[in-house]
């Protein structure tokens, strides 16, 4: 029997969603040239088919808002591609390699978008928005890892991979190579020197016991707990 039932109305969050990706989407190829401006979202708007007032409801927050939401887009992006990944076949190195090698593989074809996004959260009135991002994605990549810490491993492990994150994609941004090959050579150098710490993450953890709570605040970062 065919269901004549009618629609419900419709999800107002997918649409905003719809929205806020089809201006990211419009934007992308004139940010290298344009920079994330009010002005270039509201042409992105127009380019994307709606009103150019839509910016602004899709965006409030303006540019930094925009920022966010393109690095939030690229997190989720990252997880989609590793969702065909056989997680518990991989060793927690290669877990995190294979990681931080697919949010980079994806941004293949913006790194000019990429480096124009790094030279803005360096500045600071982006410093918000590049710390809770950067958090986002490392964050995210430990717990497609299986990592379940919640003591100081957690704080350690996160800080630690920001550091190969990072580092690794500034590697990148300016690697020639063939298939960036030398990235991944560089990716899993970062990766091994990391694995030889453990006895100076043990005295750190000793060192943290003593100290006040104010370490745990990290936690506000947490997607779905930052303020501001």
């Given at each position: 029997?065919?269901?004549?039932?009618?629609?419900g109305?419709?999800?107002?969050?997918?649409?905003?969603?719809?929205?806020?990706?089809?201006?990211?989407?419009?934007?992308?190829?004139?940010?290298?040239?344009?920079?994330?401006?009010?002005?270039?979202?509201?042409?992105?708007?127009?380019?994307?088919?709606?009103?150019?007032?839509?910016?602004?409801?899709?965006?409030?927050g303006?540019?930094?808002?925009?920022?966010?939401?393109?690095?939030?887009?690229a997190?989720?992006?990252?997880?989609?591609?590793?969702?065909?990944?056989?997680v518990?076949?991989?060793?927690?190195?290669?877990?995190?390699?294979?990681?931080?090698?697919?949010?980079?593989?994806?941004?293949?074809?913006?790194?000019?978008?990429?480096?124009?996004?790094?030279?803005?959260?360096?500045?600071?009135?982006?410093?918000?928005?590049?710390?809770?991002?950067?958090?986002?994605?490392?964050?995210?990549?430990?717990?497609?890892?299986?990592?379940?810490?919640?003591?100081?491993?957690?704080?350690?492990k996160?800080?630690?991979?920001?550091?190969?994150?990072?580092?690794?994609?500034?590697?990148?941004?300016?690697?020639?190579?063939?298939?960036?090959?030398?990235?991944?050579?560089?990716?899993?150098?970062?990766?091994?020197d990391?694995?030889?710490?453990?006895?100076?993450?043990?005295?750190?953890?000793?060192?943290?016991?003593?100290?006040?709570?104010?370490?745990?605040a990290?936690?506000?970062?947490?997607?779905?707990?930052?303020?501001?």
């Open positions: 029997m065919t269901d004549t039932s009618p629609a109305p419709p999800d107002p969050d997918a649409e905003f969603d719809e929205l806020r990706q089809a201006i990211l989407a419009a934007a992308l190829p004139n940010v290298p040239f344009d920079g994330w401006t009010m002005a270039a979202l509201k042409t992105a708007t127009i380019d994307a088919g709606y009103a150019p007032d839509e910016a602004l409801r899709a965006f409030p303006g540019p930094r808002e925009a920022v966010e939401a393109y690095l939030q887009m997190d989720a992006r990252m997880l989609e591609s590793l969702a065909a990944v056989d518990d076949s991989l060793k927690i190195r290669e877990r995190i390699a294979k990681a931080v090698r697919t949010r980079l593989e994806n941004a293949a074809a913006e790194r000019d978008v990429v480096r124009r996004t790094l030279s803005l959260l360096a500045t600071p009135a982006f410093a918000r928005v590049s710390a809770r991002s950067l958090y986002r994605t490392v964050d995210a990549i430990w717990y497609w890892a299986g990592d379940t810490a919640t003591d100081f491993n957690f704080y350690t996160r800080g630690l991979l920001a550091g190969v994150y990072f580092s690794t994609l500034l590697y990148w941004l300016d690697d020639e190579s063939p298939n960036s090959d030398e990235t991944w050579a560089f990716l899993d150098r970062r990766i091994a990391v694995m030889r710490i453990p006895k100076l993450t043990g005295r750190l953890r000793a060192l943290a016991d003593g100290l006040p709570s104010p370490l745990r990290m936690r506000r970062c947490r997607p779905g707990q930052a303020s501001g």
